[in-house]
């Protein structure tokens, strides 16, 4: 599996972004959006519930704005990470 790994679920309007398959220990949860760390604290997974608030307009099917949707997922991960 290649990694990031990015999914959108339009019912619940939640962007999961995987970044590896490594055991998840400990989360943290910065408005809305919840960050898996290892035991080391290094990211796993990264759920951004209410998602087009963040991200901007949910889109009608995500794959037609993958593109879009991984820019600003990439974008929102660096304001995580700062």
Known sequence: ???PQIKYESKDDVLNIWLSHKRID?????????????KDREPVYIEI???SRL????P???S???TKFRES??????????
Request: charged share 30%; hydrophobic share 45%.
């Open 49 to 51: 519930l209410d998602a």
């Open 1 to 3: 599996m290649k990694f």
């Open 60 to 62: 009608k099917s995500f």
């Open 55 to 58: 991200l901007g307009k949910e």
């Open 64 to 66: 037609a704005s993958e």
């Open 26 to 38: 400990d989360a943290d949860d910065i408005n809305g959006v919840i960050i898996h760390y290892t």
């Open 73 to 82: 997922a990439v974008a929102t991960l660096h304001q995580i990470r700062k």
